[in-house]
């Protein structure tokens, strides 16, 4: 061995020594039973365990009472600490956003209102328009329609509602003589004394109801801001969203920035797809019911077929609880046969969606079970009325995309994580077996392969050919 070799053996062996008291040392400052104290100071001090004359009596007892606890039970309890904190916290997330109820649906109208109009902005810049024109015009479009299907709606009711009475009262007179000539055998007294109660009821209760009058001004009043304000919500979401999502970005952490910029886009995507998809079918159902009201004359067939389109947009139960108006009004003008048609037509239109338009249309941009859609549903309507059923199936929806993103996202990280340690151990395995292999061959090749490179001095040149008289180059041995 030469004396380069016993001085590196030296300075290992030093090391390694240095490294195995350190050790020692913690082991010492660990140790529970010492009955010295421990060298790190009172800060680091281990926990004290039960005195001797107590081990040596019970000598499996544990040392602390937290290792007495079984594994399991510590797991447990651990997990259920932070759901109760998780809990907490949407707790709180959720009376805040019910304190403001009026500014988040606005801004969740918002939201999907852009997502149902934003491929048109794209499509018009992509066509050389500015954005302040493209998001202006598709603003105002989207404007003008709404406003004339309104328009449409009113106009249908106010022309069809002397009509629509006088057919009223006449099922009101028939169901009065039903009452009368039918299997019920009620006398007019008694139908004159229930019709007193009700007018007695009224009267007790007219404070009641002029305080509900109240507030349905009161819904009136916020209605109409909570359309200014998702109105003045879209058109800025819709001319400069890009950068409202990059400020958002910027407000998160560092290390989660690149995950949510990777989810964000394919949340965007999906909640698109659903929107434009949710609208596509709301309008094929209306049609397809509106037609059948009309070929079973049932009167406001148009405004029906409106309310309908508008409570497809809650999925799988919308239109057929308002069809349940067109019902109504059907058993009302027309009879029991043409009420009964109506909902033969409204389960078959809601058949004909559930197993077709829905598979069709959304495809695989939106992988929500039916199940999960009705329990949705269902939360969002006991949480927050008609705007949290409306709302709360895009939200799983979009929470489904996001969170099956992050998971691959992890999955890949993983994996090249694992790869990265594999070809890292596999380069130490190499070094080790060319320093075995360098070692055996002796300590000439050793110090050879570990000499540094010759400089590019130091490397001889070949010798230069003389020129020819043409320029070119001449052989050697004619110089």
């Not at 010492?28 to 281990?46: I, W």
């Not at 309104?150 to 009452?179: A, I, M």
């Not at 320093?435 to 400089?455: H, M, N, S, V």
């Amino acid at each position: 061995m030469s004396r380069a070799d016993r001085r590196s053996v030296v300075a290992w062996g030093r090391s390694a020594a240095a490294r195995l008291e350190e050790r020692r040392r913690e082991a010492e400052r660990r140790d529970p039973y010492g009955d010295e104290p421990s060298p790190a100071g009172p800060a680091q001090a281990a926990p004290a365990g039960p005195p001797a004359y107590e081990r040596d009596l019970h000598p499996g007892r544990a040392a602390t009472p937290a290792e007495a606890v079984p594994w399991g039970v510590r797991v447990a309890a651990e997990g259920a600490w932070r759901l109760l904190l998780l809990g907490a916290a949407l707790y709180v997330v959720f009376r805040v956003v019910t304190t403001l109820r009026l500014v988040a649906l606005a801004f969740i109208a918002a939201i999907l209102i852009t997502a149902l109009l934003q491929p048109t902005v794209a499509w018009l810049r992509r066509q050389g328009l500015p954005k302040s024109l493209a998001a202006a015009g598709t603003f105002l479009s989207g404007l003008v329609g709404i406003g004339l299907v309104g328009w449409f709606v009113v106009w249908q009711v106010s022309t069809n509602l002397g009509s629509v009475t006088s057919r009223v009262q006449e099922g009101v007179d028939k169901l009065r003589g039903w009452l009368v000539k039918g299997p019920l055998h009620l006398t007019d007294k008694q139908i004159g004394d229930f019709a007193k109660q009700i007018s007695k009821a009224i009267g007790t209760n007219s404070e009641a109801i002029t305080s509900a009058g109240f507030t349905g001004v009161t819904i009136a009043v916020e209605v109409l801001t909570g359309v200014v304000l998702a109105a003045f919500c879209t058109f800025f979401l819709l001319y400069d969203g890009e950068r409202i999502w990059q400020w958002t970005l910027r407000g998160l952490p560092r290390h989660s920035r690149y995950a949510m910029a990777g989810a964000g886009p394919r949340a965007w995507a999906t909640l698109t797809s659903y929107v434009r998809g949710t609208v596509l079918v709301a309008f094929i159902d209306s049609v397809c019911i509106g037609i059948g009201l009309a070929f079973l004359h049932v009167p406001l067939a148009v405004p029906l077929a409106v309310i309908i389109f508008l409570g497809a947009f809650v999925p799988l139960v919308g239109a057929l609880v308002t069809g349940t108006i067109a019902v109504l009004i059907a058993i009302v003008t027309q009879g029991v046969f043409t009420a009964v048609m109506v909902l033969v037509v409204l389960v078959l239109v809601q058949q004909i969606e559930g197993h077709l338009l829905q598979p069709l249309i959304l495809g695989r941009a939106v992988r929500v079970h039916p199940l999960a859609v009705v329990l949705a549903v269902a939360a969002g309507s006991i949480l927050a009325g008609i705007g949290g059923a409306v709302v709360a199936v895009p939200l799983v929806a979009v929470t489904n995309t996001v969170v099956g993103y992050l998971r691959r996202r992890n999955a890949a990280g993983n994996e090249v994580f694992t790869a990265l340690e594999a070809a890292k151990e596999e380069h130490a395995l190499e070094a080790a077996k060319e320093d075995r292999t360098r070692e055996a061959a002796g300590p000439d090749a050793a110090a050879e392969a570990a000499a540094p490179p010759l400089p590019d001095a130091a490397v001889p040149a070949p010798p230069e050919r003389p020129l020819a008289a043409d320029g070119g180059s001449a052989p050697v041995g004619d110089s």
